[in-house]
Protein backbone atom coordinates (compact mmCIF):
# COMPACT_ATOMS: atom_id res chain seq x y z
CA UNK A 1 0.00 0.00 0.00
CA UNK A 2 2.95 2.63 1.50
CA UNK A 3 4.60 1.56 -2.35
CA UNK A 4 1.90 2.58 -4.31
CA UNK A 5 0.61 5.80 -2.61
CA UNK A 6 4.50 6.43 -3.11
CA UNK A 7 4.22 5.94 -6.82
CA UNK A 8 0.80 8.13 -7.07
CA UNK A 9 2.52 10.98 -5.08
CA UNK A 10 5.06 10.93 -8.05
CA UNK A 11 3.44 10.76 -10.49
CA UNK A 12 0.93 13.23 -9.07
CA UNK A 13 3.78 15.79 -8.80
CA UNK A 14 5.17 14.97 -12.03
CA UNK A 15 1.95 15.61 -14.06
CA UNK A 16 2.00 18.85 -12.00
CA UNK A 17 5.33 19.81 -13.21
CA UNK A 18 4.73 18.88 -16.96
CA UNK A 19 1.35 20.95 -16.52
CA UNK A 20 3.57 23.95 -15.39
CA UNK A 21 6.19 23.25 -17.99
CA UNK A 22 4.08 22.72 -21.24
CA UNK A 23 1.35 24.52 -21.23
CA UNK A 24 2.57 27.69 -23.26
CA UNK A 25 1.90 25.93 -26.95
CA UNK A 26 -1.09 24.41 -25.86
CA UNK A 27 -2.26 27.98 -24.80
CA UNK A 28 -0.84 29.66 -27.89
CA UNK A 29 -3.67 27.09 -30.04
CA UNK A 30 -6.48 27.93 -27.78
CA UNK A 31 -6.04 31.27 -26.63
CA UNK A 32 -8.43 33.23 -29.06
CA UNK A 33 -10.98 30.64 -28.43
CA UNK A 34 -10.90 30.76 -24.68
CA UNK A 35 -10.56 35.11 -24.61
CA UNK A 36 -13.94 35.01 -26.53
CA UNK A 37 -15.49 31.89 -23.94
CA UNK A 38 -14.28 33.84 -20.47
CA UNK A 39 -15.63 37.15 -21.58
CA UNK A 40 -18.70 37.69 -20.37
CA UNK A 41 -18.36 36.02 -16.81
CA UNK A 42 -19.42 37.57 -13.59
CA UNK A 43 -20.35 37.17 -10.44
CA UNK A 44 -19.30 33.41 -8.53
CA UNK A 45 -17.30 31.22 -10.91
CA UNK A 46 -16.32 27.63 -10.07
CA UNK A 47 -13.27 26.02 -11.64
CA UNK A 48 -13.00 22.40 -11.84
CA UNK A 49 -9.14 20.99 -12.20
CA UNK A 50 -8.04 24.58 -12.31
CA UNK A 51 -4.07 22.85 -12.38
CA UNK A 52 -2.10 25.09 -12.57
CA UNK A 53 -3.80 28.23 -13.24
CA UNK A 54 -3.50 28.74 -17.24
CA UNK A 55 -7.30 30.35 -17.63
CA UNK A 56 -6.57 32.91 -14.85
CA UNK A 57 -5.50 35.11 -17.25
CA UNK A 58 -8.66 35.49 -19.38
CA UNK A 59 -11.11 35.95 -16.55
CA UNK A 60 -12.44 39.45 -15.57
CA UNK A 61 -10.54 40.48 -12.90
CA UNK A 62 -13.89 41.60 -10.88
CA UNK A 63 -15.45 37.93 -10.67
CA UNK A 64 -15.96 35.89 -7.91
CA UNK A 65 -13.36 32.55 -8.14
CA UNK A 66 -13.12 29.19 -6.39
CA UNK A 67 -11.32 26.42 -7.67
CA UNK A 68 -11.29 23.23 -6.87
CA UNK A 69 -8.34 21.03 -7.24
CA UNK A 70 -7.69 17.52 -6.51
CA UNK A 71 -4.02 17.14 -7.11
CA UNK A 72 -2.07 19.70 -4.68
CA UNK A 73 0.74 19.46 -6.42
CA UNK A 74 -0.74 21.70 -8.27
CA UNK A 75 -1.68 24.18 -6.11
CA UNK A 76 1.69 25.67 -5.71
CA UNK A 77 1.57 26.57 -9.15
CA UNK A 78 -2.00 27.82 -9.35
CA UNK A 79 -0.90 30.25 -6.35
CA UNK A 80 2.31 31.86 -7.95
CA UNK A 81 0.31 32.46 -11.17
CA UNK A 82 -3.01 34.19 -8.87
CA UNK A 83 -0.26 36.45 -7.10
CA UNK A 84 1.75 37.12 -10.75
CA UNK A 85 -1.48 38.34 -11.83
CA UNK A 86 -2.91 39.89 -8.79
CA UNK A 87 -5.95 37.89 -8.88
CA UNK A 88 -7.50 36.72 -5.52
CA UNK A 89 -8.64 33.45 -5.62
CA UNK A 90 -10.25 30.81 -3.35
CA UNK A 91 -8.37 27.12 -3.66
CA UNK A 92 -9.64 23.94 -2.26
CA UNK A 93 -8.73 20.31 -2.65
CA UNK A 94 -11.74 18.00 -3.51
CA UNK A 95 -13.14 16.77 -6.69
CA UNK A 96 -15.59 17.26 -9.58
CA UNK A 97 -18.16 14.72 -8.14
CA UNK A 98 -18.33 15.93 -5.07
CA UNK A 99 -18.32 19.45 -5.31
CA UNK A 100 -18.39 21.23 -1.73
CA UNK A 101 -20.90 24.35 -2.30
CA UNK A 102 -24.50 25.21 -2.12
CA UNK A 103 -27.31 23.81 -4.34
CA UNK A 104 -27.95 26.85 -6.87
CA UNK A 105 -25.07 29.21 -5.53
CA UNK A 106 -22.94 29.61 -8.90
CA UNK A 107 -23.41 31.81 -12.03
CA UNK A 108 -21.12 29.47 -13.75
CA UNK A 109 -18.55 26.07 -13.48
CA UNK A 110 -16.05 26.69 -15.93
CA UNK A 111 -13.50 23.34 -16.95
CA UNK A 112 -10.82 23.08 -19.47
CA UNK A 113 -9.21 19.58 -20.22
CA UNK A 114 -10.85 18.27 -16.99
CA UNK A 115 -13.62 15.72 -18.08
CA UNK A 116 -11.45 13.89 -19.69
CA UNK A 117 -9.91 12.72 -16.67
CA UNK A 118 -12.68 12.75 -13.80
CA UNK A 119 -13.33 9.08 -12.56
CA UNK A 120 -17.68 9.28 -13.00
CA UNK A 121 -18.20 11.85 -15.38
CA UNK A 122 -22.18 11.46 -15.27
CA UNK A 123 -21.36 12.33 -11.56
CA UNK A 124 -19.73 15.45 -12.10
CA UNK A 125 -22.14 16.98 -15.02
CA UNK A 126 -24.89 16.20 -12.29
CA UNK A 127 -22.50 17.92 -9.45
CA UNK A 128 -22.14 21.00 -11.81
CA UNK A 129 -25.88 21.09 -12.68
CA UNK A 130 -26.60 21.17 -8.68
CA UNK A 131 -24.44 23.97 -8.13
CA UNK A 132 -25.46 26.03 -10.83
CA UNK A 133 -28.16 28.95 -10.73
CA UNK A 134 -31.27 28.64 -12.45
CA UNK A 135 -30.21 30.09 -15.90
CA UNK A 136 -25.99 29.85 -14.71
CA UNK A 137 -23.77 28.13 -17.63
CA UNK A 138 -20.57 25.25 -18.00
CA UNK A 139 -18.39 26.54 -20.27
CA UNK A 140 -16.00 24.21 -21.54
CA UNK A 141 -12.97 23.34 -23.13
CA UNK A 142 -12.41 19.45 -23.65
CA UNK A 143 -10.24 17.20 -25.72
CA UNK A 144 -12.79 14.26 -27.07
CA UNK A 145 -12.58 10.87 -28.69
CA UNK A 146 -11.65 10.69 -32.65
CA UNK A 147 -14.98 9.59 -34.71
CA UNK A 148 -15.73 5.92 -34.63
CA UNK A 149 -13.98 3.59 -37.22
CA UNK A 150 -11.13 6.27 -37.53
CA UNK A 151 -7.81 5.52 -37.46
CA UNK A 152 -6.98 8.12 -34.77
CA UNK A 153 -10.06 6.79 -32.71
CA UNK A 154 -8.50 3.35 -32.44
CA UNK A 155 -5.25 4.92 -31.75
CA UNK A 156 -6.97 6.15 -28.85
CA UNK A 157 -8.32 3.39 -27.67
CA UNK A 158 -5.30 1.19 -27.89
CA UNK A 159 -3.02 4.17 -25.62
CA UNK A 160 -5.61 4.67 -23.05
CA UNK A 161 -4.06 2.82 -20.46
CA UNK A 162 -0.60 4.07 -20.65
CA UNK A 163 -1.98 7.48 -21.12
CA UNK A 164 -4.15 7.13 -18.19
CA UNK A 165 -1.02 6.57 -16.14
CA UNK A 166 1.10 9.32 -17.65
CA UNK A 167 -1.49 12.14 -18.04
CA UNK A 168 -3.29 11.72 -14.70
CA UNK A 169 -6.24 9.60 -15.67
CA UNK A 170 -7.51 11.16 -18.75
CA UNK A 171 -9.43 8.82 -21.36
CA UNK A 172 -8.53 10.18 -24.93
CA UNK A 173 -11.29 8.65 -26.26
CA UNK A 174 -14.29 9.66 -24.33
CA UNK A 175 -17.22 10.58 -26.25
CA UNK A 176 -17.75 13.65 -23.77
CA UNK A 177 -20.35 15.37 -25.87
CA UNK A 178 -22.42 12.40 -25.74
CA UNK A 179 -22.63 12.98 -21.95
CA UNK A 180 -23.39 16.50 -21.42
CA UNK A 181 -26.34 16.04 -23.92
CA UNK A 182 -27.46 13.74 -21.75
CA UNK A 183 -26.87 15.41 -18.31
CA UNK A 184 -30.11 17.16 -18.41
CA UNK A 185 -29.33 20.74 -19.27
CA UNK A 186 -32.05 22.61 -20.95
CA UNK A 187 -29.41 23.44 -23.74
CA UNK A 188 -25.98 22.61 -24.72
CA UNK A 189 -24.30 24.42 -27.23
CA UNK A 190 -20.81 23.37 -29.20
CA UNK A 191 -18.74 22.87 -31.41
CA UNK A 192 -16.08 20.50 -32.81
CA UNK A 193 -12.54 21.74 -33.73
CA UNK A 194 -9.18 20.45 -34.46
CA UNK A 195 -6.00 21.67 -32.34
CA UNK A 196 -2.56 20.86 -33.54
CA UNK A 197 -1.66 17.98 -30.95
CA UNK A 198 -1.09 14.42 -31.46
CA UNK A 199 -3.58 11.42 -30.02
CA UNK A 200 -5.83 14.33 -28.36
CA UNK A 201 -6.31 16.83 -31.29
CA UNK A 202 -10.05 16.33 -31.30
CA UNK A 203 -11.65 19.36 -29.11
CA UNK A 204 -15.18 20.52 -28.36
CA UNK A 205 -15.90 24.03 -27.00
CA UNK A 206 -19.44 25.39 -25.68
CA UNK A 207 -21.71 26.37 -23.14
CA UNK A 208 -24.13 24.33 -21.19
CA UNK A 209 -27.21 26.30 -19.49
CA UNK A 210 -29.12 24.93 -16.67
Given at each position: ?69 PNPYM ?136
Amino acid sequence: MAVNQACGGFGKRLFAWMMAQGSSTYEQAVSDRKRALFADLHGKVLEIGPGTGPNLSYYPKDIDWIGIEPNPYMHSYLQQEAKKLGFNIALCSGTAEWIDAEDNSIDAVVSTLVLCSVPQLDDTLQAILRVLKPGGRFLFIEHVASPRGTLLRKIQTTVRPIWQVLGDGCHPDRETWLALEKAGFASVNYEHFDAPFPIVSPHIIGVATK
